[in-house]
């Protein structure tokens, strides 16, 4: 069994634990929150939840850390520092900032001879991987990522910030006419506005200037005045029966020539429909954990990303079984 | 750069041709064919044919061998020979073997020091590597692998074993009703009819009786008497002029559930369409060749499959650049 131990009970720490549920070869040992540890009720009996001050002295219980802090300010702490003491994986999602992270996580992880899997999920993550496949087969092509129909926690917490504005909920749309045109390998010039339309669902304080409101979000500079933007007011009520789930999804698509003359198209595709954003996220990254458990007892150390790990060591099933059912 | 060697001059092996004139860390050294070598006109200019039976004393001026052989009689006798002394990549398709064809090789290649890598392509190869990776992230859901629309020659032969028959070609359909279901997340249960209809043009001689041959392709056992199978008659000219292209493709969708209770559901799809079944064959298989070759590089010997060979390895690439421009 693969003991797991979950940094943090959010969205995604619950994630983990539903997670380890469905994979019979792991097993929950403990979640650690900096929140007050008789306060957080998890849903795995019998399982503990300690102090995040805990965690390193419970080192020897726990094969790997999944750290399920946030990316601006958690995570590049977190990864780091627990590196040094456990097999880690985290989900670093800020694009930008990703070399920084693995050097810095890359040196800790070796100095304690562990694994740490960094920036596993969709994206970066699967949609990463899916890129690096089809770039790799195609080198003459262009790529092209829509992301949604789903839910931007950014863009949601930036309406909220409007004044006026109660609660509301921001859905991203790929815009199907411009999908359909990279389907068929037209290689179309895309701005940020032809690729997705933002609609937003605001809940409004009682007596606010509707038309104040719509404005600000829709010449909020870097989150909607570049995209078609669609806002509707709704009543809370409508807002927590229709909105509250945290759907997500997208399409990562390459389109390239081959032959001598470069004269036949193809056009490889991976999507994503997902339910639930963190639940999926987590589903991924507990894959990963198996792959960092084994590596480690394989005796290799240092950081990884989803590029490094060979996808045999996501699976439960041995070579063998790989080879047969699914070659 | 990287010296590949093509193992027979057909389709695949002219494939393999214009892939490695899209990579410039590639350069083709020579072509191997059991044809009389004079008899074989290839497309790069300056690089010699030489008859099968040099190819093992040439053996120093070749980093990777492709073997573009048939999996029917050619590879399980290619493959494990050539292992012994070249770094190898072959496209082994027939499913079943794969587990018998690995442990040959493995043998022959863990003896000669080197890498082969075995069942490249994208069934097996790419669609094996998404329902892996699916497999992994969702453990409790559904496979679903939908071919086409494309030719498939084992029918296309069949087809033109009919008596009466001058040529012929056929189309394998994925329904689409079927793969709507697949990807709203029904979870069907799909019959081999439900899944694929088949679609055949076919030259008949003049005067031959065109009701009999319709009845006898559509009754055909295995081939096409358990789908929905079309006939439609054209002269050779039409045959020409519209079929003469190699199409392929198709979907690897897996819908499973996450969630305490599995409340929650989410599709991974992964899409081919290729003008080009054997040119997309050949550009999946040169990024394995580089594949192989860093891993023997690295010293690493044996038998692979895409299963066990990391992303990176793929990608002409480097480590820092990968993770700064598509993770």
Redesign the interface.
Known sequence: MIRIGIMGYGNLGR?I???V???PDMELKAVFTRRAPESVQI?TPGVPVYSAQEAIKRKDEIDVLILCGGSATDLPEQTKEYAKYFTVVDSFDT?AR??EH?AKVDKAAAEGGNIAVI?VGWD?G?F??????A??????GNDYTFWGKGVSQGHSDAIRRVAGVVDGKQYTIPVEKALEAV?N?ENPQLSVRDKHTRECFVVPEEGADLAKIEEEIKTMPNYFSDYDTTVNFITQEELDRNHSGIPHGGFVIRSGK???NEE?????????????NP??T???IV?YA?AAYRMKAEGMTGCK????????Y???LS??E???K??
Chains 1, 2 share one sequence.
């Open positions: 994630g634990e539903c997670a549920k469905q994979n849903l694009h990703i070399p693995f920036s970066p699967m990463s991987l899916n890129r690096l496949y770039n790799a087969i195609l080198p003459n389907r390998g081959t032959g001598w036949n198209s193809h056009v490889i595709e991976y999507s994503l429909k997902l339910d639930s639940e999926f987590a589903a991924v894959a198996r990303t989803v590029f490094d790990i060979a996808p045999a996501l699976s439960a070579g063998e790989l080879r047969a699914m070659l």
